[in-house]
């Protein structure tokens, strides 16, 4: 009984610990992109080539998650957007976050 008590807890830490490295690979992901395509670009102001959802697929997520993380961003200060529109608003502060 015990060892099963053991490997329920081990599960639960695993489980636990793959939601938070998901969690900071999507943030990672979407800062990685929005940052090259403002390379690419040669400006702060970005349109977005394909649909949230498309987006979310490419990274491999849920537009949903897409667009939590567009909103943590927002509130950081670190983009501003409406629809596929964007604006980085401090480059280094979205390279730093997420590095």
């Not at 009984?1 to 081990?10: D, H, P, S």
């Not at 998901?22 to 992901?29: A, L, P, Q, Y």
């Not at 939590?68 to 964007?86: N, Q, W, Y």
Request: no cysteine; glycine share 6%; aromatic share 8%.
């Amino acid at each position: 009984m015990r060892l099963l008590e053991l490997n329920a807890k081990k599960q639960q830490e695993t489980e636990h610990q793959a939601k938070f490295l998901m969690m900071e690979s999507v943030e990672m992901w979407l800062a990685n992109y929005l940052l090259d395509l403002a390379k690419v670009s040669g400006t702060p102001y970005l349109q977005l080539p394909m649909a949230l959802k498309d987006l979310a697929t490419f990274i491999g997520t849920t537009p949903e998650t897409i667009s939590r993380k567009l909103k943590m961003l927002e509130d950081k200060g670190l983009i501003e957007h409406a629809g596929k529109s964007f604006k980085i608003l401090d480059v280094e502060g979205l390279e730093d976050a997420f590095a």
